[in-house]
Every structure is written in C-alpha cells, then in structure tokens.
C-alpha cells in the first residue's frame, strides 16, 4: 500500500463544475503539498500546508491531520484546469517528499 | 525572479548509449532534487544535494547512474549505460534550505526532461 494515496485517479468535468480530488497518508508529516503538472512535465506548486486550509484563486486546499486527509478543491473549473494533480507529503522524521499517484483531471467546455 | 532551469527538454537515445542532463537551480537555493517519473506514477527522489554535498541517494541506482553539483549551484545527472526502463520525466527542482520537522520550505520544479531510451 502506497504511503499516500490519492483518488480519484482519473477525472473529468464539464466547464464550471466544483472539483475535489483527495488525498490520504499513512505516515506522520510535518507538511503536505499539493502539485500541478502539465502535460509537457512541468510541475507549480500550489500549496504547502500543515493545518487548516489555504485558498489561492479558485483553488482551496485543506487538511486534517488528526484524520490524515487533505483534500483540492477548484470552484468554477475551466479547461486551463486541465492537469495532473499530484499530493505529496513531507514526513515528520525526513526531510523526503513521499508522492502520490497524480489525479488526472480534464476539464471540458 | 527565475525558476529552476533544465535542458535539454527531450532526449531519445538508444539503449547502451550515455546521456546527461542539466539543472540550473534557483538562485541562493541551498537543496537541489533529481526526481525520476515514470508514465503514470509520482516522481521517485533519486539524489538530493544540500550545497554541494549528497544528503540522500539511496534510490539513486549507482551501477549506471551519477550526479554531481560541483560549486553547489549546477547540477548534472547522468545515466551510463541506459536501459529502456530509464524511460522517464527527469525532474530537477530546487529550495531555499534543508527542510527540517519545524521548518519546512517550499520546493520549485523545472520543466523536466523526457527521455525515451528505443
């Protein structure tokens, strides 16, 4: 079993809809991050976070670490959302990012 | 301010062949990161420099691979001979510090580089 898991793996949406794509860890962390890759490999990242929740835009992310969860949010989508999003997590002990999988998502007009 | 820089972006090159790539961290940042992703998985760490010294390469598979960061601002890695399962996004990405349990710093990614091994 991987040490974080995201879901779900694939997504589509048309225009507007409300997205959120999870993530789940196993481990201790001082800090999760979630990453926006591009088809070209590219990846921006949008958040770092260790508790709460944080918004930049349309995207919101939040957290609870109590139940090891965090999840994505983007309100409105549009087809520029079009992206792989990929959660990873910094452990509490190391200062390693352990990924997740990617959420393919595909946004359509 | 300008991110992290790699070149080239595509590769394709045969098996048995050496291939290298580059990575321009940004400026003043102390850790640099060489990721290796395979289609449709999360990027795997195989080197991480804190300046110029090699903090972690316990995935760094030594046979065939090697990466430097001399003066601890560039870095290359390099794959000597390649496999066609070294078929991957290489990704380089770069942060201001080590990250530690009470401080934890962003990371910033480059475009990466493809390389497809026939």
């Known amino acids: 079993k991987n040490e974080v898991e995201q879901s779900p793996q694939n997504l589509t949406a048309q225009e507007g809809e409300f997205i959120t794509i999870n993530c789940s860890y196993s481990?201790?962390?001082?800090?999760l991050h979630w990453l926006q890759q591009h088809p070209g490999g590219g990846i921006v990242s949008l958040f770092m976070?260790?508790?709460g929740k944080k918004k930049h835009g349309r995207l919101i992310a939040t957290i609870n670490i109590q139940e090891k969860h965090s999840s994505l949010h983007i309100t409105a989508s549009h087809p520029r959302d079009s992206a792989v999003y990929i959660c990873?997590?910094?452990?509490?002990?190391?200062?390693?990012?352990?990924f997740g999988t990617g959420t393919r998502l595909q946004v359509f007009p | 301010e300008a991110g992290v820089a790699q070149s080239p972006r595509y590769k394709i090159i045969e098996k048995r062949q050496s291939v290298a790539f580059w990575c321009n961290p940004i400026?003043?940042?102390?850790?640099l990161y060489w990721y290796q992703q395979i289609l449709g998985q999360g990027p795997k760490l195989l080197i991480q420099?804190?300046?110029?010294?090699?903090?972690?390469d316990s995935q760094l598979p030594k046979d065939r691979f090697s990466a430097e960061r001399l003066k601890g601002v560039d870095s290359t890695l390099k794959i000597q001979p390649a496999k066609l399962e070294d078929s991957a996004v290489y990704l380089c990405?770069?942060?201001?510090?080590?990250?530690?349990?009470?401080?934890?710093?962003?990371?910033?990614f480059g475009q990466g580089t493809r390389l497809t091994v026939v």
């Open positions: 990405a770069s942060s201001l510090a080590r990250p530690s349990y009470y401080l934890n710093t962003e990371a910033f």
């Open positions: 481990v201790g962390i001082s800090a």
């Open positions: 976070l260790s508790s």
């Open positions: 990873a997590v910094s452990p509490g002990s190391t200062d390693k990012l352990i």
């Open positions: 400026s003043g940042h102390a850790t």
């Open positions: 420099f804190q300046n110029n010294g090699v903090v972690d």
